[in-house]
């Protein structure tokens, strides 16, 4: 989608007017360049309270000689916020059809700054669909060409608006890029096809540096945990690095991502039904690409790094079995009771080496994790744990300006007193009970999370399970289905501060 913001009184392609709940009439200066019998229409429709422009409604105007119009309900003004603009704007896009062609202008009068820009916001990240393998139908409207939409606002506005809609457009890409890995089967996304299109990401920016540590290395490393979850497939796993303005000083923001690209569960086999939905048990590390590309997309120039351990999780042959004791990077030895507990053993490994050798000033983690935290905050939030009360904040704070819930949830001594106790290992990789299992798995990965240098103090990290979130949540209206590029806007704020 192209978005370009001008004064401009022409009306390009289809009008989109955005009204406020019960709108008798059109926003003064808003009338400039509609077309005389449109506008009575409008105003016709207004005023006998035909639209009564609610939140998430539409209607669509054609047949008279004045043009098209598309109206857009935006709610009650009083109740109005960035995510409700967030979400009329991408109403815009899914209302839009081939009557409506490609090519909207967009008429804002008297709506301050950042609610414009939310609502443009929206309708970029709701103009998104997955093709990639379907079939080109000749008769459908052609997904190729790009949406253009003109926008119009008050004089004084225009440049800080356009400046707004560019940066989402940068940071939207991120989010694409997110939702396309996540979408992308399991047969064609595998760790080392993911390591690949890292690597080619890399050779494209200068500022990016991608390095691999695939099955020998982290073998010989002894990754227990990436190599124990991993072994199992013939695509063996891999951890790939991610980093941005390298020549900067750190301390740096460190992304980890889980990235099973496909969980059967292994030996401790999942169920059949709903089994392919595990394609997204990768949605972390995609995730974490994102954040990679939407920062280089908006320019930033601080040293950043993300780090993604990558493996898919199968039963074989030469599968680990529940039962196996394996020693992971950290040194520390972890008891498998369940071999679909492998996000946690994947991460045990990635969290010890992004806190060992790659200078964080904070580590947050992203994972499809746990079940239980579905249960716990079905597909509304993210759950959000952290051993650092500030961290946890800012990454609340930057949740809700985003409109990416994350939820504080707790990291009790008891959680991990359950997580260390087992008979023969220094830590077990499933809880006594199944009740709290996603605080569990959280308590797990805090054994992880290394001191900082000279201190008894472990490094700020913080823990998000996005189980609930990265996809199939339908009250989501910024996505059409699918994989939701989960909390690449969130860390990007949080990270960039725009
Ligand atoms: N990838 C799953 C978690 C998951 C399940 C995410 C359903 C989204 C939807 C994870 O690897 C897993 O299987 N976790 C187990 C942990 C259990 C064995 C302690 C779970 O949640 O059942
Ligand atoms: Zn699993
Ligand atoms: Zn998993």
């Not at 059809?97 to 990240?125: C, D, Q, R, S």
């Not at 401790?268 to 590390?285: A, C, L, N, Q, V």
Request: aromatic fraction near 6%; charged fraction near 20%.
């Amino acid at each position: 989608m192209k978005v370009i913001v001008n004064t401009n009184e022409n009306i390009n392609g289809t009008l989109v007017l955005p009204l406020w709940q019960d709108s008798k009439n059109m926003a003064t200066g808003s009338e400039s360049g509609v077309h005389r019998s449109l506008k009575n229409q409008i105003d016709n429709i207004l005023t006998e309270g035909d639209f009564k422009a609610k939140a998430g409604t539409s209607m669509t105007l054609a047949g008279t000689e004045g043009g098209k119009a598309l109206l857009i309900g935006l709610g009650k003004e009083d109740d109005a916020n960035l995510q409700s603009m967030r979400e009329s704007g991408a109403k815009v896009t899914s209302s839009r059809g081939k009557i409506h062609g490609k090519t909207l202008t967009l008429k804002f009068n008297g709506v301050e700054h950042g609610h414009m820009a939310a609502f443009i916001e929206g309708m970029i990240l709701r103009d998104y669909s997955y093709d990639n393998y379907k079939s080109k139908d000749e008769d459908a409207e052609s997904n190729d060409e790009e949406i253009t939409v003109h926008v119009t606002c008050e004089d004084g506005k225009t440049a800080d608006l356009q400046t707004s809609a560019d940066l989402s457009s940068a940071v939207a890409t991120g989010v694409y890029l997110a939702r396309d890995l996540g979408n992308a089967p399991p047969n064609d996304l595998y760790p080392m096809e993911f390591a690949r299109q890292a690597i080619e990401f890399g050779s494209e920016h200068d500022n990016v540096e991608v390095k691999v540590i695939n099955y020998d290395e982290a073998r010989t490393m002894g990754m227990g945990g990436l190599v124990g979850v991993g072994m199992g497939s013939y695509r063996k796993p891999c951890m790939v690095i991610f980093e941005i303005n390298g020549d900067k000083p750190g301390p740096s923001p460190c992304i980890v991502g889980k990235g099973i690209t496909f969980d059967t569960g292994g030996i401790s086999i999942k169920p059949s039904p709903s089994m392919d939905e595990m394609k997204y048990d990768m949605h972390g590390s995609a995730t974490t690409f994102g954040v990679m590309k939407a920062l280089v997309a908006s320019g930033h120039k601080e040293r950043v790094i993300g780090l993604t351990c990558m493996a898919e999780n199968m039963p074989s042959s030469n599968a680990q079995r529940p039962g196996d004791v394996i020693t992971t990077y950290s040194g520390k030895t972890v008891e498998v009771l369940n071999t679909d507990a492998e996000g946690r053993l994947v991460l045990s490994d990635g969290l010890w080496y992004a806190g060992k050798h790659l200078n964080p000033s904070y580590m947050i983690d992203l994972a499809t994790l746990t079940g239980a935290c579905v249960v716990a905050l079905g597909h509304e939030a993210s759950g959000l744990w952290s051993n650092d009360d500030e961290l946890l904040n800012n990454i609340k704070t930057a949740g809700e300006h985003c409109g990416e819930i994350a939820w504080p949830m707790p990291l009790f001594k008891a959680f991990e007193k359950e997580m260390t106790d087992s008979k023969i290992a220094d830590v077990r990789n499933l809880g006594a009970g199944r009740y709290g299992g996603s605080n569990t798995a959280a308590a797990f990965l805090k054994q992880f999370v290394p001191n900082m240098d000279g201190t008894e103090d472990q490094i700020p990290w913080a823990h998000l399970d996005i189980a609930g979130t990265a996809w199939g949540a339908k009250s989501n209206k910024l996505v059409k289905n699918g994989a939701t590029g989960i909390h690449v806007r969130t860390l990007h704020h949080l990270i960039t501060g725009l």
